[in-house]
């Protein structure tokens, strides 16, 4: 057993051990504290950025499903025209071949013609 001093000189001792410094618990206390404001407004930061994000990722593929539409309507255009330009030529064709029958028709002296001459 331990004499009366020792025992004595063991409870000063966790005595002293269990003193806290208040100084520094108040500094730790202001630190943790400013750091959950810090993170709070953090997180405040990161809802308004993806709450942004959101709203443009909505415009840009609104924009996105109208420039499709114009496209879908331009390529249906495209294929108007070609189908227009292809009966165009064939016509156009068509009529040169008329033009140059009859030239060649003009240009042969007719039977009747002929037949006067001799």
């Not at 943790?32 to 930061?45: F, S």
């Not at 840009?60 to 330009?85: D, G």
């Amino acid at each position: 057993a331990l004499p009366i001093c020792d025992k004595l000189l063991v409870q000063i001792q966790a005595y002293l051990d269990n003193i806290f410094d208040v100084g520094t618990l108040l500094e730790e206390t202001e630190t943790k504290n400013a750091m959950l404001e810090h993170v709070e407004d953090l997180q405040e930061q990161i809802a308004q950025l993806t709450d942004q994000l959101q709203e443009t990722d909505n415009e840009y593929m609104a924009k996105i499903a109208e420039l499709e539409k114009q496209l879908n309507q331009a390529r249906k255009e495209l294929e108007t025209m070609k189908e227009s330009f292809s009966e165009s030529s064939t016509r156009v064709s068509t009529l040169q071949q008329q033009i140059l029958e009859e030239e060649r028709l003009r240009r042969r002296p007719s039977a009747i013609e002929t037949d006067r001459k001799s």
